[in-house]
């Protein structure tokens, strides 16, 4: 048996039956509930008579259900505080005017003011609804996050969250391993990153020890290792709570740490749908018209693959440039030897605080020898238009390519 999701809100449904008096169980509007209400958001205010009332937007029903009632009515004073919170912020930035009094003696918000306060619940909804759905998805114990008190942008509405690559038809990202180490206690002499020809990639504290350029070989689902052994680390994923957030200067969504990082820690994993380089070639023209790209080459040993984090990508997707940046790019290998192939790992350069701003280097320059091999092997796809960098850092190079 097939079926076809149902992009429809449970609410949006709910609004349909109530509309059309129908019931469903499944959804939850019984005869019972069919004439229940619950205030979703509020949508206006006015003082009449000397009583304030509010326009009430219930759940579940449609707009044209919307009620005014009377202030003292009304149990939810989370909701009232976030109407005053908008309409406040409305005000101060000068959009808009004080609530004006007519002469039948009514006070009431001018259009603009209510028309703002109702994008804005909109909006709030749609975050919560997003951040649950983020949270679903994830294949990791840390807290995803959704923060936007800059504008009235919403989610992205062609974005899908991936836990790990998702490989364009005819692309095989799962081969090469038949056999694990058996070390009962890692590192080993015959460990997984010995038997690769390099060092083990992490300290005893867990943290990187390597210099960038080198590739990490951790321990596979073929090796007698347990889940806790020192050398699995990428493939539990992201151990930090993280907040993706609205910039306020122009560079749309970034991502904030909620949690200390101390410096060379496993921080996320760049993931996205693996396509060509042709294909890479043939998408990053229609990217450059819209002055951004998240095609990164997987040029760690040729450059036949490329991943693009446009459509299909995780946390990673939403991290900005910048060209001083606290987190450094690593190739690693676990269930997959093939080196056309690597993951893309992002580690912190340094310490960062809770609160600040995740980026990394779109160029991978700065902590590495521009003149190496490995240097080449880590840079992203490259684009035809020049893009104006606005990272704000005082090195900042201008631009992002």
């Known amino acids: 048996a097939w079926y076809v999701p149902c992009l429809a809100s449970l609410e949006t449904l ?3 039956c109530r509309k059309e008096n129908l019931t469903c169980k499944s959804i939850g509007i019984t005869n019972r509930s069919l004439k229940s209400y619950e205030v979703e958001y509020l949508c206006d205010y006015k003082v009449e008579e000397g009583k304030a009332y509010y326009l009430v937007k219930w759940k579940g029903w449609p707009e044209t259900s919307n009620t005014w009632e009377p202030w003292k009515h009304l149990n939810c004073p ?62 990791h114990k840390a807290m995803i996050l959704v923060e936007n008190t ?26 090469g ?9 890692c590192p080993a002499e015959k460990c997984c990153p010995k038997e690769a020809g390099f060092i083990l990639a992490y300290n005893k504290r867990k943290k990187l020890k390597i210099q ?8 596979n689902s073929y090796c007698r290792c347990g889940p806790d052994c ?28 909620l949690q200390k990082i101390k410096t060379n820690s496993f921080v996320m994993e760049y993931v996205g749908e693996v396509i060509t380089s042709e294909e890479a070639e043939r998408r990053g023209q229609f990217y450059d018209n819209q002055g951004n790209t998240y095609l990164f080459d997987l040029d760690y040993d040729s450059d036949e693959f490329t991943v693009d984090a446009a459509r299909y990508g995780n946390v990673s997707h939403f991290v900005n440039h910048s060209c001083d940046p606290n987190l450094q790019v690593f190739n690693v290998f676990i ?26 280097d779109y160029q991978m320059k700065g902590s590495i020898d521009l003149t190496s091999d490995s240097a080449e092997g880590l840079s992203p796809s490259k684009k035809s238009i020049r893009t104006v960098c ?3 850092a005082m090195c900042c190079r201008g631009y992002l390519n």
């Open 78 to 139: 989370l909701l009232i505080q976030n109407f005053r919170r908008d309409k406040n912020e409305y005000l101060s930035r000068g959009r808009g005017g004080k609530a004006m009094k007519l002469r039948n003696h009514v006070k009431t918000l001018k259009p603009a003011i209510a028309d703002y306060i109702v994008k804005k619940a909109k909006q709030r909804i749609a975050l919560q609804r997003w951040k649950e759905e983020l949270n679903r998805k994830k294949n």
């Open 14 to 16: 709910q609004e349909l």
């Open 335 to 360: 269930d997959n030897l093939d080196l056309r192939l690597p993951r893309i790992a992002l580690f912190s350069t340094r310490t960062i605080k809770a609160g600040e701003e995740l980026t990394f």
């Open 212 to 219: 960038p350029g080198l590739p990490i070989y951790e321990c």
């Open 177 to 185: 391993i038949t056999t694990g180490c058996e070390c009962a206690d």
């Open 390 to 392: 606005k990272c704000g």
């Open 230 to 257: 020192p050398n699995r680390i990428v493939q539990k994923g992201t151990p930090y709570s993280l907040c993706i957030f609205r910039t306020n200067n122009g560079r749309g969504w970034g991502v904030k740490t």
């Open 150 to 175: 800059v504008d009235l942008e919403g989610p992205p509405l062609d974005f899908y969250y991936i836990n790990e690559y998702k490989p364009a038809p005819g692309i095989n990202v799962l081969n």
